[in-house]
Every structure is written in structure tokens, then in C-alpha cells.
């Protein structure tokens, strides 16, 4: 007679569902490993609480099982990410409205002009870009790592390999 458990157990590696123990990166080996998001003297540039709490989520987020000798990689390209979208926002002072408007994603520039300033994009590219792979489209962070998905058989999903 056939286990019915055994069909669960199928279903949740099938799902994606997280089977395996949490990664052990942290936070230092990050800054290590990616001084661009350092102050040039080991100290991060954005808030010590952000990072820790990324690396938290990376790490149960990107699976050691599924990626095996690529985990580093992938799960510093997960936070790098994440901190690289956090710094295209980050506005050490301003308005509610500055912050906002740096937080809009936008596509190239389609047109300029001079005279009263305006300036129009092209977001067609961001809005295909968001359609497949969410946010990971908007940082050659999230580029590698969603490359590095696709070659794992990850490419559903947000990529995350659980």
C-alpha cells in the first residue's frame, strides 16, 4: 500500500516549498564580499538593521540544497540586489514627494527638452521587465542572479530556488 504522505512530500518539493535548513550567510561576509556598499573603511552605507534583516531573508530564501557550491554567489546577489534597490531610493533628507519620485521605476529617456524643463520616458521596457521577473530586472545584481536561477531550473516563481 502506498504512503499518502509520500504525495505531500511531493507536492511541497514540486511547490518549492522550503524543505531544506536555512543558509548561514551574514551580514559581514556581505560587506566583505561587495565593499561597493561600504563606506570605503568596512562600514555599510545603508542602515546596519536593513542589511541584517536582507541577509535574514536571503537566507531563508536562497536554499545551500539547491544551489550547492553557487549558494554564496547567489544569496550575495539576492542582497546585493536588494540593497542596490534600497540605495536608488535612499534620500538622506527631502520631502515626501522626493522620496516618492525617487522610488518610481523609470525607463530610458525617450525625450528632453529645455526651455520649462520636461522630460518623458520610455517605460515599456521596465513595464516587460517588472511582467517577468519582477524587480530582479532592475539591478545587474538581480540580472546575475536571476541567469544564475535559470541554469538551476529555477526561472518561475521569483527565482528563489526554495
Known sequence: ???????EELKAVASGANTGASG???KEVFLTEYPEFTDGHGASILPDSYITKVVDTANDT???EIWGSEYPLAVGLFVAHYCAMRLQTYATSGTASTTAGRAQATGVVKSATMGDTSVSYDNSAVTAGIAKSGSWSETKYGSQYITMAQKHGLAGGFFIGR
Open 1 to 7: 500500500m502506498t504512503d499518502p504522505y509520500i504525495f
Open 24 to 26: 548561514t550567510y551574514t
Open 62 to 64: 536562497v536554499r545551500p
